[in-house]
């Protein structure tokens, strides 16, 4: 196929929005590229000149094939060691800017989403993320439309349970992520106790790989306390802020205990969650910055 052809098709061009529709239903970059993959070669083989809506045809092959992934996904994370939490990204300023996708994958949405169903979590994520018509996702998941929106409200209250009470700006995020850095890195307790919500939770993935704890973390003095040794246990380490999954993150390098990248979920000016993902099987997509569409 030519560079003009490829150019000029409906794939490569909603690329990027593929992407990111099958990393919102799996979590997992890696699996959402091998999704993509498969949709290409469907595409291949179809016969355009029956496809009316490529950008719906092509949506509803990811969704299909991301759902089929994310029901054997969800049977080896019953199996994983210790916490699950999603694939990180590195990703475009131009994310940020979109309030409402830097809020859909974002850690601490994301993780939410791993507690739907399947069902509940293509539909949420084409409904909520994407503004498809509920007929259009009712074709694409093999539901009828009736019973889509109903799936669509359950899953809706679900989320809207779970999820951050506000929005932060960006400037926001980095000035409570610039505290908690100088608290972390020079050992202060009273300095993390106040950037910390009283009712704090860390979780932690390591897979078994890396040393991490298995077990959510709850309060605020029992985080501080796991945290404030970090100056004297590492060695050698480096602490960078980046983007991350549409908002701050922070990268920490140690010689010994190998790269973290922290997300953190924050409410009020403190941090009510932290994210510690140490799983370096899953820190394969930070090197270069990753094109999100809705």
Same mark, same amino acid.
């Given at each position: %196929?030519?560079?003009?052809?490829?150019?000029?098709?409906?794939?490569?061009?909603?690329?990027?929005?593929?992407?990111?529709?099958?990393?919102? %239903?799996?979590?997992?970059?890696?699996?959402?590229?091998?999704?993509?993959?498969?949709?290409?070669?469907?595409?291949?083989? @179809?016969?355009?000149?029956? @496809?009316?809506?490529?950008?719906?045809?092509?949506?509803? $092959?990811?969704?299909?094939?991301?759902?089929?992934?994310?029901?054997?996904?969800?049977?080896?994370?019953?199996?994983?060691?210790?916490?699950?939490?999603?694939?990180?990204?590195?990703?475009?300023?131009? @994310?940020?800017?979109? $309030?409402?996708?830097?809020?859909?994958?974002? !850690?601490? %949405?994301?993780?939410?989403?791993?507690?739907?169903?399947?069902?509940?979590?293509?539909?949420?994520?084409?409904?909520? $993320?994407?503004?498809?018509?509920?007929?259009?996702?009712?074709?694409?998941?093999?539901?009828?439309?009736?019973?889509?929106?109903? !799936?669509?409200?359950?899953?809706? &209250?679900?989320?809207?349970?779970?999820?951050?009470? %506000?929005?932060?700006?960006?400037?926001?995020?980095?000035? @409570?992520?610039?505290?908690? !850095?100088?608290?972390?890195?020079?050992?202060?307790?009273?300095?993390?106790?106040?950037?910390?919500?009283?009712?704090?939770?860390?979780?932690?993935?390591?897979?078994?790989?890396? &040393?991490?704890?298995?077990?959510?973390?709850?309060?605020?003095?029992?985080?501080?306390?796991?945290?404030?040794?970090?100056?004297?246990?590492?060695? &050698?380490?480096?602490?960078?802020?980046?983007?991350?999954?549409?908002? $701050?993150?922070?990268?920490?390098?140690?010689?010994?205990?190998?790269?973290?990248?922290?997300?953190?979920? !924050?409410?009020?000016?403190?941090?009510?969650?932290?994210?510690?993902?140490?799983?370096?099987?899953?820190?394969?997509?930070?090197?270069?910055?990753?094109?999100?569409?809705?």
């Amino acid at each position: %196929m030519s560079a003009t052809a490829l150019g000029d098709d409906p794939f490569v061009a909603h690329r990027s929005l593929l992407f990111t529709v099958a990393y919102e %239903m799996l979590g997992s970059a890696a699996d959402a590229e091998d999704v993509v993959q498969e949709a290409w070669l469907r595409w291949a083989e @179809v016969d355009r000149a029956t @496809v009316r809506d490529a950008r719906a045809y092509l949506v509803r $092959v990811v969704t299909r094939q991301a759902l089929n992934r994310l029901r054997t996904l969800s049977r080896r994370r019953e199996e994983y060691v210790g916490e699950w939490l999603p694939e990180p990204l590195l990703t475009a300023p131009d @994310v940020a800017e979109d $309030v409402e996708l830097a809020e859909s994958v974002s !850690i601490a %949405m994301l993780t939410v989403l791993e507690s739907l169903t399947p069902t509940e979590r293509a539909v949420f994520v084409l409904r909520e $993320v994407f503004d498809l018509p509920h007929d259009e996702i009712a074709e694409a998941v093999g539901k009828t439309s009736a019973a889509v929106r109903q !799936i669509s409200s359950r899953a809706r &209250n679900h989320v809207d349970a779970r999820r951050p009470r %506000m929005q932060v700006s960006r400037r926001e995020q980095r000035e @409570v992520v610039d505290r908690f !850095i100088a608290a972390v890195t020079t050992g202060d307790l009273q300095g993390l106790l106040d950037v910390l919500a009283p009712d704090v939770v860390l979780l932690a993935d390591g897979g078994g790989v890396a &040393n991490a704890v298995r077990m959510p973390i709850i309060g605020a003095k029992k985080v501080a306390n796991l945290l404030r040794p970090f100056p004297r246990v590492s060695v &050698n380490p480096t602490v960078d802020v980046f983007a991350l999954n549409g908002g $701050v993150g922070v990268r920490i390098d140690d010689e010994v205990g190998g790269p973290t990248i922290v997300s953190v979920e !924050i409410v009020a000016g403190r941090i009510t969650r932290i994210f510690a993902m140490r799983n370096p099987e899953k820190l394969g997509w930070l090197d270069e910055a990753t094109e999100l569409r809705r």
